[in-house]
């Protein structure tokens, strides 16, 4: 008697299922086909807007590069232009060519070679060199002295970074930048208030060190996050972008706190001058030194009479000494005087 009734339901059971999964089948074969529609939409969409020719961005670049040929009366005038996307670099390398422009790129997929052979290029015969922020790193254009920002990067950082690509030791002439950003958009807003609140930091911290806090990797998060959030709700824009500057004002303070080598809320006096005066020139150059590393992530580690020293931001690990112990040195070990290139650049932060 209770094996038929343990039948059908089983049965029920079955048949629940199946309808169960026949309906699951069915939304989801709904969903394919509305995936399948609007991917038939983008790629129509994609294929209007190319029928239509260049970007308008484009050719507003055009007019640019014409207008500055006419203003330096140079029609050999070389240009940097920098964009944030390979995509966008292609484009842009087809377009130019197409209207009569030597142009050569540069990206980060390149290597050494391949870089140094375009910088070459772009120094003998190509007009335009068009880089992204990762080709145009080591770059020594000082040759050329107009930059172009066909895109804008979020860190204001790394506008000066590309500038500093052709404003170096031996540029004769006036570095011209030119930004290209569009009015009365989110990206716009953003930007203006940020470069208002970052002038206050500047002023209290001055170049260096606000460069050195706006040059750390984890700050691109920071504005990366501010522009995302902003554009998902722009009324939050001055709250977020003051969070954005304390945190910045709060790194910068306390890399001005590692850096101070000498206290300046001490009073000098004159037997305090004396003893300055006989200090040993070398234990003042390790100090300097092994405070540096220590506020910019690289290492010092004595091992004998040598030291194992890693530069801030590299790999290699290497063996110095300071004059006071050269004459127990090998030959082959490098020694950090205070002329040495390493210690002016330091000297230099």
């Not at 939304?27 to 260049?54: H, M, T, Y």
């Not at 204001?156 to 009365?184: C, S, T, Y």
Request: proline share 3%; hydrophobic share 40%; glycine share 4%.
């Amino acid at each position: 008697m209770t094996l038929f009734p343990s039948i059908f339901e089983n049965e029920w059971a079955d048949s629940d299922r199946q309808e169960q999964l026949e309906s699951v089948l069915g939304v989801r074969l709904k969903a394919q086909k509305n995936e399948r529609s609007e991917i038939k939409l983008l790629l129509d969409a994609a294929k209007q807007v190319e029928a239509r020719g260049p970007d308008a961005k484009a050719e507003i670049l055009l007019e640019w590069i014409y207008k500055l040929q006419k203003e330096e009366a140079e029609l050999d005038l070389k240009l940097l232009i920098f964009t944030e996307f390979v995509p966008t670099q292609e484009m842009l390398v087809e377009f130019l060519t197409a209207r009569g422009f030597s142009v050569v790129s540069l990206n980060g997929s390149m290597d050494m070679e391949q870089r140094k052979r375009v910088q070459t290029l772009f120094f003998k015969d190509a007009r335009i060199l068009i880089s992204t922020d990762a080709g145009g790193e080591g770059l020594n254009l000082q040759f050329c002295h107009v930059v172009i920002n066909y895109d804008i990067p979020w860190n204001p950082m790394r506008l000066e970074q590309r500038i500093g690509r052709v404003d170096r030791i031996g540029q004769e002439k006036i570095v011209q930048a030119i930004n290209f950003i569009i009015e009365d958009t989110i990206e716009y807003r953003v930007r203006e208030v940020l470069e208002e609140k970052l002038t206050t930091i500047l002023n209290e911290f001055g170049v260096d060190k606000t460069s050195d806090v706006l040059d750390a990797a984890e700050t691109d998060h920071l504005f990366e996050n501010l522009y995302i959030e902003t554009l998902r709700n722009p009324e939050s824009l001055d709250t977020k972008a003051q969070r954005l500057i304390d945190t910045i004002r709060e790194e910068a303070d306390q890399a001005k706190i590692k850096n101070t080598l000498f206290h300046d809320n001490l009073d000098l006096k004159p037997d305090d001058a004396q003893q300055v005066r006989h200090y040993p020139l070398a234990e003042w150059i390790e100090c300097m030194t092994a405070n540096y590393l220590d506020a910019f992530g690289g290492s010092l580690i004595q091992k004998d009479e040598c030291f194992e020293i890693k530069w801030p931001n590299e790999n290699e690990v290497q063996l110095v000494v300071f004059p006071g112990n050269s004459h127990q040195a090998p030959d082959d070990v490098e020694i950090l005087y205070l002329e040495s290139p390493r210690i002016r650049e330091m000297l230099s932060k």
